[in-house]
């Protein structure tokens, strides 16, 4: 069984700021890629910004210099530091996680229950 548990979400006037985390939980043997995705009203849920293990970040264009992912792998978490936001930046953010359980032989996707961001004008 795994947890992938969000929490910093909010409503947050535009220029604003939020901070959110992602802790996985559960019979973990290694996670390779972590990430946030969104997902607002009427959309296809869309890439906000991926990390890998070791570090190397990837970023939608309409989030890139305002928005910070990070993780650490001791705790087995992921954030994301969210800067100058936006109204169109409100959604439903989702954790998501390529990890290993132990026994397993394969990687597998596993996903958050999603947190809601909304940015006022």
């Known amino acids: 069984q795994v947890q992938l548990v969000e929490s910093g979400g909010g409503l947050v006037q535009a220029g604003g700021s939020l901070r959110l985390s992602c802790a996985a939980s559960?019979?973990?043997?290694?996670?390779?890629?972590m990430g946030w995705y969104r997902q607002a009203p009427g959309n296809q849920r869309e890439l906000v910004a991926t990390i890998t293990s070791g570090g190397n970040t990837n970023y939608a264009d309409s989030v890139k210099g305002r928005f910070t992912i990070s993780r650490d792998n001791a705790k087995n978490t992921v954030y994301l530091q969210m800067n100058s936001l936006k109204p169109e930046d409100t959604a439903v953010y989702y954790c998501?996680?390529?990890?290993?359980?132990?026994?397993?032989?394969?990687?597998?996707?596993?996903w958050g229950q999603g947190t809601q961001v909304t940015v006022s004008s």
């Open positions: 998501n996680a390529d990890l290993l359980l132990g026994g397993a032989p394969y990687y597998h996707d596993y």
């Open positions: 559960g019979n973990i043997f290694s996670i390779n890629t």
